[in-house]
């Protein structure tokens, strides 16, 4: 069994449909019956790990999220963009493009990482536009 499932609630946002996802079980801080955030495709976060996303964050494309990482608040992750280890991508930050948030780092607030940029070790990324 996987550590979640869709819930049936789906949102359209610029020509992507977003599914909700909810907890199958406990992990780190969530449990079972949590309601998660908002993924296009099962792909983008593995079933295996730790991984989440929650509240109002989105995950689309061929972006992924694994490992312990997190992603929440309004966070956007998308195109090929990968966020693993303990990494925490948060607040209105967008992870776009080929770019990687990895190791113990955080992208937060406006903060934008794009391209091929990597993000990675204890490193911290915010910003206010």
Known sequence: MGKYEFTGETKDVHGTRFRQIKALKDFRHVKKGDIGGWLESESNL???GNAQVY???RVSGNAQVYGNAQVYGDAQVYGDARVS???QVYGNARV???ALVY???WVSCD???SGNAQV???A???GFI
């Open 46 to 48: 593995k079933q295996s």
């Open 55 to 57: 509240g109002n964050a």
């Open 85 to 87: 280890c303990n990494a």
């Open 96 to 98: 776009s493009g080929n």
């Open 103 to 105: 190791g113990d780092a």
């Open 111 to 113: 903060a934008r990482v």
């Open 120 to 122: 990675y070790g204890n």
């Open 124 to 126: 911290r990324v915010s």
